[in-house]
């Protein structure tokens, strides 16, 4: 069989590959620059939890300028593990503005991902194997589309980190000294990122010293010695770090065995469940054959790392310190540790290879094109509900509500859209969270209390068990609020006390009646 030009970019341990260092180079950046196009497509992203992030940023860069904002939000200045998309913000809203810079930082997180990704085989077996496109689409992920930004931005980073951790298997001392920074960079930007890496690191480092024959007690020492200096963020943060938000439980089990199968399952949700589904089996095959055909060799680190990640996912709680769908969100990184973890043998020759390049080919291009598509859409989908803010006066009370499904998965993203006004035209925004030692904004708007945080802007057509339907919610609405914005509703639903004042396809922005006014 005839293969692409590419395709001696990937094969195995080739003598010809290992000659071809600006080829790889070329494919890297060629990929890594596909994964973009969706972002660039984008008018808004429209990814779930952005709107709430977005406005947060807009607090801790004019909090301090804006009396309106002063009102109703304070922020200071701590030491976190949670701050990655933060501090790139802070560095690079004030010469872009807020909105272009999030859109590039966030944007930037896929083509990072399959940069690391490919980075990571490569250390691995001296290649890039071809099996490992497969695993490239997990770049644009459920978590990624919720708008966990900071974890995902630490997962990219953490590839290219252990992808240097393995590289330098053979320079200890060289690695030591290197990820004393590395390692605190990646606690900084995000705790769960830097947990990830650490499991990958000490996990392969004693693989590596057992297989050397060096003994179980001598190559615990040495992995503790070299894992010691990943120590120094949490060591500083305990030292120096801020608390923020109210106290909740460090555990919450609200979840089923069954939802473990699931997340796996929606590890590419986008706007089609079944088809996204799909696509989880074909990286779940590839995995197969990688891991129980002769065809592949392993590498067994990063093999016994992914095992562990994946019992530790088992294992672990749906909500830890009040983040909610925590074990959802190391999924993609499982699957994809598991795809790097093989590749196609020395011996497994081109028609093996052939016939996985042009497959990778094909299931790449078609998750980049419904990827694009889907971010394409409903990106103009939030433009187009943004427009309904522009009749609300600046800096007003206003209370959100985003129309949910009760005990059902909602493809909607826009249930943190209302963030959006706060960074346009300083709306209140009601979605804003506040979570133990994870945030460093603080909210004070006590006049719309309960309505004064996430998550008040969740609602419903009907009772959702004990929770009440939009008419009921709408009636408990303190009076200081003057302005209702309704998201995923009928344009020409009346709610008694409010009288319309702009539309959109799906939602409405009402004004209080002067009766029912302050």
């Not at 008018?43 to 004019?62: F, K, N, S």
């Not at 890039?128 to 630490?154: D, E, K, Q, T």
């Not at 060799?297 to 088992?314: K, N, Q």
Request: aromatic share 8%; hydrophobic share 55%; glycine share 8%.
């Amino acid at each position: 069989m005839r293969v692409w030009p590419f395709s001696v970019l990937v094969e195995t341990r080739s003598a010809a590959a290992r000659d071809k260092p600006l080829a790889e180079l070329a494919l890297i950046v060629l990929l890594s620059a596909l994964a973009a196009l969706p972002a660039i497509c984008a008018p808004v992203l429209p990814l779930v939890d952005l709107g709430g992030h977005i406005a947060r940023y807009a607090v801790q860069l004019d909090a301090g300028r804006s009396e309106v904002l002063r009102n109703w939000y304070s922020f200071e200045w701590g030491l976190l593990p949670n701050l990655g998309v933060d501090l790139l913000v802070q560095l690079l809203a004030p010469v872009m503005g807020l909105e272009p810079a999030v859109h590039l930082i966030v944007g930037s997180i896929p083509p990072l991902m399959v940069s690391g990704t490919l980075l990571l085989s490569r250390a691995a077996h001296g290649r890039i194997a071809v099996n490992a496109l497969y695993a490239l689409p997990l770049a644009i992920s459920l978590p990624y589309l919720y708008g966990f930004v900071n974890f995902a931005l630490a997962i990219a980073l953490a590839l290219h980190a252990m992808a240097l951790w393995i590289a330098l298997e053979h320079r200890p001392v060289q690695r030591t000294v290197l990820f004393v920074p590395i390692g605190f960079l990646l606690w900084l930007c995000h705790l769960v990122g830097w947990a990830v890496f650490c499991v990958v690191a000490g996990v392969t480092t004693l693989e590596a010293g057992l297989r050397s024959g060096k003994g179980l007690v001598r190559t615990v020492i040495a992995t503790g010695l070299m894992m010691a200096p990943l120590l120094l963020g949490p060591i500083i943060g305990a030292l120096l770090g801020k608390a923020g938000g109210e106290p909740v439980p460090l555990f919450e089990i609200t979840n089923s065995p069954s939802k473990k199968i699931q997340w796996v399952m929606m590890a590419l949700t986008d706007n089609w469940p079944g088809w996204d589904a799909a696509g989880v089996c074909v990286i779940l095959f590839v995995i197969y054959l990688g891991l129980r055909t002769p065809a592949f060799v392993r590498h067994r680190g990063l093999l016994l790392a992914a095992l562990v990640m994946l019992a530790l996912y088992l294992l672990m709680p749906d909500t830890i310190m009040g983040s909610r769908y925590a074990d959802m969100r190391l999924t993609p990184v499982i699957l994809a540790l598991l795809v790097l973890a093989a590749a196609p043998a020395p011996d497994a020759g081109k028609r093996v290879t052939g016939w996985l390049l042009v497959g990778a080919a094909v299931f790449g291009l078609i998750r980049l094109s419904g990827n694009t598509i889907s971010m394409a859409a409903s990106g103009r989908q939030f433009a187009e509900t943004l427009t309904a803010i522009e009749a609300a006066p600046r800096g007003v009370n206003l209370v959100s509500l985003f129309m949910d499904e009760c005990e059902k998965w909602n493809l909607d993203r826009r249930r943190h859209i209302m963030g959006y006004g706060l960074v346009r035209r300083h709306l209140f925004d009601n979605g804003q969270w506040q979570l133990p030692s994870g945030q460093l904004i603080s909210i004070h708007n006590r006049r719309l209390a309960p309505f004064d945080r996430d998550p008040s802007t969740i609602t419903f057509i009907k009772p959702c068990g004990d929770l009440p339907a939009l008419p009921e919610v709408v009636a408990a609405i303190p009076r200081a609020a003057r302005y209702l914005w309704v998201i995923r509703t009928d344009p020409a639903r009346r709610l008694p006390g409010w009288e319309p004042l702009r539309q959109t396809a799906d939602s409405v922005l009402y004004r209080r009646l002067p009766t029912q006014s302050n």
